[in-house]
């Protein structure tokens, strides 16, 4: 173990120091004991993985992925019950997370220690997110139409373009294949929880197979107070929310090797929030909604081609008794990607054109920005070399062009056991609100620039996971709120966005599986050290150390769990005054199948009633339970 994480450890507050050693054990111990398997292990074994597309946007065994990943499944997202998406990202390696009250609220996503507005989020291959504020709206998004989730943390920019810094999230709704299976489940949970889904979904097999899914959900809560007595917007009563979302894909293939399809998302959000003691009932009404068609044709044995177009809005409507405001993103994205077989090689070309509309109440955010983006790259795999070689360019209209490169390598020690080293940069664009927000604007702004290193030993052998991974990311000309302005000081007497900080992100991430029998342990670690390397200081929300340990039992019909999430303190502001205290919060799930096609779930979240925070004078869920019926027809 380095001085720096000998370090992290012995600043672990008190009640969550040992849960982090024991954390620190069980990620360690599957990853050690794999390396010790694996000096034995035969060359011709066999491992089963599951397809990881986001990495380098063609599907690709996930162990010969050299980026860090991970995967939620459909099996987690089964068993969530009351939980939202942002709680099932809180439970994977290198990812943390902030919430302003409850599932409906203001809410973000660190990777590795960057910041929500420096990762790039995709539902189905659609960019979504703001251009004003930065970011995907989470609580838009209805985990019950989701099939899974990919997230790859590290930069990413040659892939996906600006905000890549810290990785990409991709989240993929169901999909038909098949004969005809119709899902549906309903519950009920603490704080008048509610919720109902169902979908049907299959294929038509034959000359021009037809495939399809379409998912609907509702769900509605009663909440609870999302402001504590300190906030300045507290107002003693009760924050529900209400969101009703669909969802589909249909697909055609017109003939052999040539498909045409749709996707398309619609999610509503009526949330209640605080704005002080007005006698009004604020609430804001927030809606995603995404739409694709495509067209994918391999031309010849070793050429496919796929054409995409699509366009994602966000639109955020806040009405709190006085003038209303309106902050609406729509995202118009065109997209000509071409993947070539060469031997067990493969190349990409891409070429990109998006265009970003904001429509506004504050009329400086309303305006346009396009960028033209063209991107190569190669993955090589030869025996037990593995090497990817990327490279991109993006041209924007508001901000000019930025080209960004990345260069991976890795080298499998034996078919299970892999070490494998990578550098990459990126860069995340200004958004409107950094470049024209009256009072704080600065129209000036460059790009921040972020450049990575990174090494790692990854282990699978389809029993036992393990992986230890190294990482050091640069991010200069951060974009922050400093006091004074160098420019029309009068019209910015609290001083605007500039390009001043710079940050540097450190860490080690440890994660490890194992299967023994009926059960399955899984634990995670992440130790790391996000500061602003101008000041010295930790970067707002970010903990040193944050973990998850987890155990799942399966016999017969029954399955049961327990997770334990872990974080250590962290700081409000950027000067490091105010401090957010360390938790450990129990969660227990089970469910058990009560008939054929016949599922009862539980779920028990927070079960020792922890008081916690994850933004100062903010509330989370206290204990809470949802009980529901699932339908899967076989």
Not at 362 to 390: E, I, K, P, W
Not at 475 to 495: K, Y
Not at 532 to 545: E, H, I, N, V
């Amino acid at each position: 173990m380095t001085p720096n994480v000998l370090l992290y450890v012995s600043a672990a507050t008190k009640p969550v120091a040992r849960p982090l050693a024991l954390a620190l054990v069980l990620s360690v111990f599957p990853a050690a004991s794999a390396i010790a398997q694996a000096v034995n292990a035969p060359a011709d074994l066999k491992t089963l993985a599951p397809v990881v597309v986001t990495a380098t946007r063609m599907p690709e065994e996930g162990r010969d992925v050299l980026a860090d990943h991970s995967t939620i499944t459909s099996e987690e997202i089964a068993r969530a019950g009351q939980s939202s998406l942002l709680e099932l990202l809180q439970r994977q390696h290198g990812v943390e997370v902030t919430l302003s009250g409850g599932p409906a609220s203001v809410s973000a996503v660190f990777l590795r220690g960057t910041s929500n507005t420096q990762n790039v989020v995709l539902v189905d291959g659609v960019r979504i997110g703001s251009s004003t504020s930065g970011g995907a709206t989470w609580s838009s998004i209805p985990l019950t139409e989701i099939d899974h989730v990919e997230i790859i943390t590290g930069p990413l920019s040659t892939m996906y373009g600006a905000d890549a810094v810290g990785g990409v999230i991709q989240i993929f709704t169901k999909k038909g294949e098949g004969p005809p299976r119709l899902t549906a489940g309903a519950g009920i949970g603490t704080y008048g929880t509610r919720s109902e889904d169902i979908s049907l979904s299959g294929s038509v097999e034959g000359t021009h197979r037809f495939s399809y899914a379409i998912s609907a959900s509702h769900e509605a809560s009663d909440g609870f107070n999302s402001t504590r007595p300190g906030n300045f917007s507290f107002n003693p009563d009760k924050d529900g929310y209400s969101r009703k979302s669909v969802s589909g894909q249909f697909g055609l293939n017109l003939a052999t090797g040539h498909d045409v399809g749709v996707v398309f998302l619609d999610s509503r959000l009526n949330a209640q929030f605080d704005s002080g003691a007005t006698p009004a009932d604020p609430h804001t009404q927030q809606q995603l909604r995404n739409l694709a068609v495509f067209t994918r044709n391999k031309f010849t044995s070793n050429w496919t081609s796929q054409v995409q177009i699509s366009q994602s809005a966000d639109k955020a409507n806040s009405d709190t008794g006085a003038a209303p405001s309106r902050f609406n993103t729509t995202q118009k994205d065109v997209t000509w990607q071409n993947d070539f077989k060469l031997g067990t090689d493969r190349a990409q070309v891409l070429l990109e054109r998006r265009i970003e509309q904001v429509e506004a109440t504050t009329t400086a955010l309303t305006g346009m920005r396009g960028t033209n983006s063209v991107a190569a790259s190669y993955q090589l795999r030869r025996d037990r070399h593995l090497a990817d070689f990327s490279l991109r360019n993006d041209n924007s209209s508001q901000f000019g062009s930025h080209t960004t490169g990345a260069a991976g390598y890795g080298y499998r020690l034996t078919n299970a056991l892999r070490a494998g080293v990578s550098a990459g940069t990126s860069f995340r664009a200004p958004t409107f609100n950094d470049l024209f927000f009256p009072g704080f604007d600065n129209p000036t702004l460059r790009p921040e620039k972020g450049r990575n290193v990174e090494g790692g030993l990854y282990y699978d052998d389809g029993k036992t996971q393990g992986s230890a991974v190294v990482y050091r990311n640069r991010v200069t000309d951060l974009i922050i709120f400093g006091s004074g302005c160098p420019f029309q000081p009068a019209n910015h007497p609290f001083g605007c966005a500039a390009n001043v900080d710079e940050a540097l992100l450190t860490g080690l991430t440890l994660a490890g599986s194992q299967r023994f029998g009926n059960w399955t342990t899984r634990a995670a670690l992440d130790f790391q050290n996000p500061r602003d390397d101008t000041t010295g200081k930790l970067l707002a929300r970010r903990s040193q150390q944050h973990a998850t340990l987890a155990a799942d039992y399966a016999v017969g019909s029954l399955k049961a769990g327990a997770e334990w999430v872990l974080s250590g303190r962290r700081f409000e502001n950027a000067a490091n005054t105010t401090v957010l205290g360390g938790y450990g919060m129990l969660n227990l799930v089970a469910s058990y199948a009560v008939a054929r096609d016949w599922t009862v779930v539980g779920r028990w979240n927070n079960v020792t009633d922890k008081n916690y925070e994850l933004a100062r004078d903010y509330a989370t869920p206290g204990s809470n339970v949802f009980v529901g019926v699932r339908y899967a027809m076989r």
